[in-house]
Nanobody, 119 residues
Framework: QVQLVESGGGLVQAGGSLRLSCAAS????????MGWYRQAPGKQRELVAS???????NYADSVKGRFTISRDNAKNTVYLQMNSLKPEDTAVYYC?????????????WGQGTQVTVSS
C-alpha cells in the first residue's frame, strides 16, 4: 500500500557532506510528518530530524547546525543534508513517514541506508 525508498548513504571522511533522499508513495494516501532516524551498533534508534507537511522542523541537539531536513511535497520526498559529518554520525539512517487516507493511518519505515564517517 505504501512505500518508502531511500538513497544517498555512503562512506565519507570527517568534515564531509552527504545528502539522503527518501521518496514516499501510496495510492490515495497523503503524507503527513516525515523524518529521519538513525541506529548505531549497540544503540537504540534515535530521531535525527523531522518535518511536518507544513514545513515545521525538529532536530536532535547533536545535529543542530550541521544537518538540514527539507521536503518537496509535490514529490512526497524528504531530504537530509548532512554537513560537517563526524565519526559519531556513523549509523544506519532510516526514513519514516506517516501516511493517512480518511481514518486509516500508517507509520512506515524505509529499508535503511548506511552512513559511515571515517576519522
Amino acid at each position: 500500500q505504501v512505500q518508502l525508498v531511500e538513497s544517498g548513504g555512503g562512506l565519507v571522511q570527517a568534515g564531509g557532506s552527504l545528502r539522503l533522499s527518501c521518496a514516499a508513495s501510496g495510492s490515495g494516501f497523503s503524507v503527513n510528518d516525515m523524518g529521519w532516524y538513525r541506529q548505531a551498533p549497540g544503540k537504540q534508534r534515535e530521531l535525527v530530524a523531522s518535518i511536518s507537511s507544513g514545513g515545521r522542523t525538529n532536530y536532535a541537539d547533536s545535529v543542530k547546525g550541521r544537518f538540514t531536513i527539507s521536503r518537496d511535497n509535490a514529490k512526497n520526498t524528504v531530504y537530509l543534508q548532512m554537513n560537517s559529518l563526524k565519526p559519531e554520525d556513523t549509523a544506519v539512517y532510516y526514513c519514516n513517514a506517516k501516511f493517512q487516507r480518511k481514518s486509516t493511518q500508517i507509520n512506515d519505515w524505509g529499508q535503511g541506508t548506511q552512513v559511515t564517517v571515517s576519522s
